[in-house]
């Protein structure tokens, strides 16, 4: 890392507005896009000082001469200036015309980035200037980590409609659909669905499976403010504080209750960080969105832990994500078998929740429930189980599966989530890929269906590699006779 010049040049510098959080999350991001590097006080992984202060470098070393690196200090200092004064003025670090160069740069270099591609500079000078800069915020995730595959969030309720001509490229790139000629319709009734067993019950024990963990979540974002990319700190603890009546009216219907838990500094409800990291670790409640670059880029993950926290009911089998990456995440889960269960728990538990919002919530009349990020837009639903793959995984990843499950239209993740290892014995996060121009129903009849694929496929990696069982069951006849003839023959 240090080769080459071996250099790294360094100043302290206070950044009380970036920093206004405690931490450098907000100046790395801005520091990242200059090719700075931050750290405390004290080097790495040291605490920033309480003014502000952090140590700021140029992240390069190679492939650049000692003049360069002290100049490229110099310049990023000068940048980093600008959106310290900026911060909280409306401003930025990069310029539009800087975001603009860069989009056009990422184009031959990223293929995947659905953003990057979808992004046409004659679509945004059309745009109104306050428009073209709420429009490039919605790609500063996939600019910033050219990586991405999506790349993009919606940052208001209705971006989908104001830059309705990117999003739908957008949409129809990653979703494989042709939107002049497919709409999305939201349909929670089984009734018609291709698929479905005679008797409407998604079964699997009839699959010869036994009792496993199901979950079905969705999302749902609140039409009366700006969605998680775009919220202010006093957004998202407004949020939090408006839905403590609707968790409170949970708590106290009888076929819900629990309780509302916060990660919120001096919220009446306030968890401790042991208390919090446990709900973690018990896939109850979500992980820490500050480590995630991605969130970080989009605005989503900004103000961590503020305005975030989970509604619980009392038997643990209903919850509610608050201040994730949509508004709310409402999700239902049980050990079992029947998934038509869980499905039914999660349709009550929407009804419930929606009916209580004043204002309601998001929808899209032609793209349906609108959510931060293009790739859950429609439903806004996942359906998952954890199922035990040893013979797939046999390796200690998921590799195997996951070309097993690409074609069966279904994804494969650890069992905590994306980017999260799978279990010792096997277990992986299995769930149907789509989410638009696809019903909820659908939906976990198109897991039901890949489950009964995903285990011939599972049974037949069991098998010896490349020799038919009739071969095998002739080779132990063969050993057989031979091992009985010269036992007889040493009698």
Not at 409 to 433: A, F, N, Q, Y
Request: proline share 5%.
């Amino acid at each position: 890392t240090n080769i080459g010049t071996g250099m790294r040049a360094s100043v302290h510098i206070a950044l009380p507005k970036l920093c206004a959080d405690g931490t450098e999350r907000k100046a790395k991001e801005i520091a990242k896009t200059l090719g700075l590097s931050v750290r405390g006080k004290g080097g790495e992984h040291t605490p920033i000082g309480k003014d502000g202060t952090v140590d700021i470098s140029p992240s390069a070393r190679f492939c650049i001469s000692e003049a360069e690196i002290v100049t490229a200090l110099y310049q990023g200092i000068s940048k980093l200036k600008a959106a310290e004064e900026a911060e909280g003025g409306g401003g930025g670090a990069v310029s539009n015309e800087d975001k603009v160069a860069q989009l056009v740069g990422l184009k031959s270099k990223y293929a995947n980035n659905i953003a990057v591609q979808t992004f046409d500079v004659d679509y945004y000078r059309s745009l109104a200037p306050e428009l073209q800069t709420r429009f490039l915020k919605c790609l500063d995730s996939g600019r910033e980590n050219p990586d991405s595959n999506m790349g993009c969030y919606a940052n208001q309720p209705d971006d989908y409609e104001t830059f309705r001509p990117f999003f739908e490229k957008a949409l129809e790139r990653y979703h494989k659909v042709d939107l002049k000629v497919k709409k999305h319709t939201n349909d929670w009734n089984f009734a018609g669905v291709a698929g479905l067993p005679a008797d409407g019950v998604l079964d699997l024990s009839k699959l010869g499976l036994p009792p496993l963990s199901m979950r079905v979540r969705t999302g749902r974002n609140l039409n009366r403010f700006p969605l998680p990319a775009s919220m202010t700190r006093e957004d998202r603890v407004k949020l939090e504080q408006e839905m403590g009546a609707v968790f409170d009216q949970l708590i106290a219907d009888p076929q819900f209750g629990g309780q509302y838990v916060s990660i919120t500094p001096g919220h009446a409800k306030h968890i401790d960080d042991k208390a919090y990291q446990e709900l973690v670790d018990s896939n109850i409640m979500f992980k820490d969105m500050s480590a995630d670059p991605y969130l970080n880029s989009a605005g989503i993950s900004r103000d961590w832990p503020h305005g975030r926290g989970c509604y619980i009911s009392a038997d643990k089998g209903f919850i509610i994500w608050l201040g994730e990456e949509d508004h709310l995440r409402i999700m239902c889960m049980q050990k079992g078998t029947i998934l038509n269960a869980v499905f039914d728990r999660l349709k009550k538990a929407v009804d419930v929740v929606e009916t209580l919002i004043p204002g309601g919530c998001a929808r899209h009349k032609d793209f349906g429930v609108v959510t931060s990020c293009p790739t859950n837009i429609g439903t806004g639903m996942r359906a998952s189980v954890h199922i035990q793959l040893p013979n797939l995984c046999a390796d200690g990843t998921e590799k195997k599966a996951k070309e097993i499950c690409k074609p069966l239209g279904l994804s494969v993740r650890g069992k905590g989530g994306e980017h999260t290892p799978i279990g010792k014995d096997g277990t992986v996060d299995i769930s149907p890929s789509a989410r638009f121009c696809i019903s909820e129903a659908e939906i976990v009849t198109a897991l039901y269906q890949g489950i009964e694929k995903l285990k011939a496929a599972e049974e037949a990696a069991g098998q010896p590699q490349g020799v038919p069982p009739v071969v095998v069951g002739l080779g132990l006849a063969v050993v057989a006779v031979a091992l009985f003839t010269y036992l007889r023959s040493r009698n």
